[in-house]
């Protein structure tokens, strides 16, 4: 797979614009902030961002939810701040994508606004309408059963046409119309927009639901009043029409990257419809399956988390030798929709925060695929800690709070528990320093700052040669410039160690030289018999001793290595 596209050699980063770093002082992130930390992003080494959206919005869920496409969101600054942002980053060698929102607008924009006036409003097939339905005693109902991915179901009643509009997400996000040629038109022309202003590529929001199932009720069982089916609108073979589509009239002639999220339960099968170079949709495809390796589900609070490696061992297996050589792959440990990695899978608060960091980091970033770090994983941030509804931004953890409640959930209990995967988690103010508002802002900020910003943040980690921020440079290094570069990016992968409930272990081989990544991930010691290969280097690690892998080896917590192998023949 070594035909060298640009974005197989880039080192990702993530930024959640609103979060970042807000340069004019009105509380909230912005593009300008962005363009005032290229120094930053350049120190840390990475060479690809993506942003999330700074689209015209009514934020009702920050940016996804909008309303102009051609517009920037004066919260987040003008075009013009956006034009220098791209400029500058290119001169830095740092190439731009951003969030392309294929599945929904905001219910303000025109086209919404328009579709909702009349049945036969020009503008009315942009979006999915339907008519109630009633039951035996003349109660009116939704089109369908099935449930929203915000909570409740997912249509809504417009009173001004006596019909529903369907909305997998928010009700102030209503689904587009794929099957309408005019929207196919008006989302080409939105992408060809932005890429002639210079973008570098898409991360394609939510793409695995632009297709929807014939609508008639889940036969799912579920004892809720609504059926979380998430396969009547996720990973149809419908949409695979719309993303040629989008390649063949948006996409082609650009040197862009496209990545798509995909949700709702994809398989490995599904990705390579996505991404497999032959079909022509997109690059790569962001996968969910690692992401609930733990018992979050079921964890009263974070003092219960604890990771399952097993599970996440084979999670990370099957997506690794399932794409390799077909496909393009993406890895990453969090976005903007997920729990901090320490929280989730490290141990956040203890004294093996910074050992567990790098450890994560360490299994994660020697895989294989385009690698993204989010925002303030570099410094390990952490989940903060809520105390009441009032410190939540996430309109669909709003949402299922309110309906629980009402159903006699004590409230308390609730945030401890359910906190422990809120989107909110990742959307904390940045940590640049342990000044003001963790110098995000001299105003008043939108967002909570974790009460930990004294200690865990960018300034200090530069100052220190040990912190987490320098051990990202190095792993950041080693990935995009030193002599193992070829074996991590284009390297078969293989697990080892696969029966082993503590350790993450693979091998990386590319023309005739290997790597061993080996990785305690747990907060107990770990035993590890010896292997039968002859070292080399040792690359990497997150202590400082010596390791023999010829003799039976006791792993410290989070003790991890990089480590140049012969194999015995």
């Known amino acids: 797979m070594n035909n060298n596209k640009w974005w197989k050699e880039a080192f990702g980063y993530q930024i959640y614009i609103r979060s970042f770093y807000d340069a004019n002082n009105d509380g909230i992130g912005d593009l300008q902030g962005i ?6 992003l350049s120190y840390l080494g990475v060479n690809l961002i993506w942003i999330c959206p700074f689209y015209k919005s009514p934020m009702d869920d920050n940016g996804y939810d909008v309303m102009d496409f051609y517009a920037v969101d004066k919260t987040y600054g003008t075009l013009e701040d956006f034009k220098v942002l791209v400029e500058e980053a290119h001169k830095r060698g740092i190439r731009v994508i951003i969030d392309l929102i294929l599945n929904h607008t905001s219910d303000e924009h025109s086209w919404f606004i328009e579709s909702r006036k009349s049945k036969d409003n020009p503008y009315r097939d942009y979006y999915i309408w339907r008519p109630p339905r009633y039951d035996e005693l003349g109660n009116r109902k939704e089109p369908t059963n099935w449930a929203s991915f ?5 249509w ?23 099957e309408n040629h005019q929207v196919q038109e008006e989302m080409v022309k939105v ?6 202003l210079g973008v570098d590529g898409f991360r394609v929001d939510a793409v695995a639901h632009l297709a929807k199932a014939p609508f008639v009720d889940s036969d799912m069982p579920t004892n809720y009043r609504y059926t979380p089916d998430w396969g009547r609108f996720s990973n149809l073979p419908k949409l695979h029409e719309y993303l040629k589509m989008m390649r063949k009239k948006a996409f082609s002639g650009y040197d862009l990257m496209v990545v798509g999220e995909v949700g709702g339960g994809a398989l490995v099968e599904d990705a390579l419809k996505y991404s497999a170079p032959e079909e022509e949709e997109l690059d790569m495809v962001f996968n969910f399956d690692h992401n609930w390796c733990n ?3 079921s964890a009263k609070d974070r003092t219960e988390l604890k990771i399952n490696v097993p599970h996440l061992k084979e999670m990370f297996d099957k997506w690794q030798t399932g794409l390799f050589g077909k496909a393009w792959n993406a890895i990453y440990w969090l976005n903007h929709d997920q729990p901090r990695v320490v929280t989730h899978y490290g141990d956040d608060e203890g004294p093996l925060h910074d050992r567990s960091a790098k450890a994560l980091a360490v299994a994660l970033y020697f895989m294989w695929g385009t690698p993204f770090i989010y925002n303030g994983e570099e410094i390990g941030m952490t989940n903060p800690h809520f105390k009441s509804i009032a410190d939540f931004q996430d309109v669909s953890f709003i949402t299922q709070y309110y309906l629980n409640i009402q159903n006699g959930t004590d409230p308390e209990a609730y945030i401890a528990h359910a906190s422990l995967s809120t989107r909110d988690n990742a959307r904390t103010l940045m940590q640049w320093n342990d000044g003001l508002h963790g110098g995000f802002t001299k105003g008043t900020p939108w967002n909570l700052i974790n009460e930990n910003y004294r200690t865990i943040n960018v ?3 530069i100052k220190d040669p040990n912190s987490i921020l320098n051990f990202y440079r190095k792993i950041i290094e080693i990935r995009t410039k030193s002599p193992f570069r070829n074996i991590i990016i284009y390297g078969s992968y293989e697990l080892i160690e696969k029966e082993h409930n503590q350790i993450y272990a693979y091998l990386r081989r590319f023309e005739g030289r290997n ?20 070292l080399e280097e040792r690359v990497l690690g997150t202590m400082d001793k010596q390791i023999n892998i010829n003799k039976k080896m006791v792993l410290e917590p989070y003790e991890a290595y990089v480590l140049e192998i012969k194999e015995e023949i």
């Open 35 to 40: 363009t005032e930390k290229l120094p930053y």
């Open 150 to 154: 915000f909570g409740g179901g997912c």
């Open 156 to 178: 809504e009643y417009d009173e001004q046409t006596d019909e529903y509009y369907m909305k997998i997400f928010s009700k102030k996000m209503p689904d587009l119309n794929w």
């Open 191 to 196: 992408a060809k927009y932005w890429l002639d």
């Open 295 to 297: 018992n979050s589900w």
């Open 459 to 461: 300034e200090s980690q």
């Open 515 to 534: 790597l061993l990544v080996l990785c305690n991930l747990t907060k107990e010691a770990a035993t590890v018999d010896k292997l039968p290969y002859t």
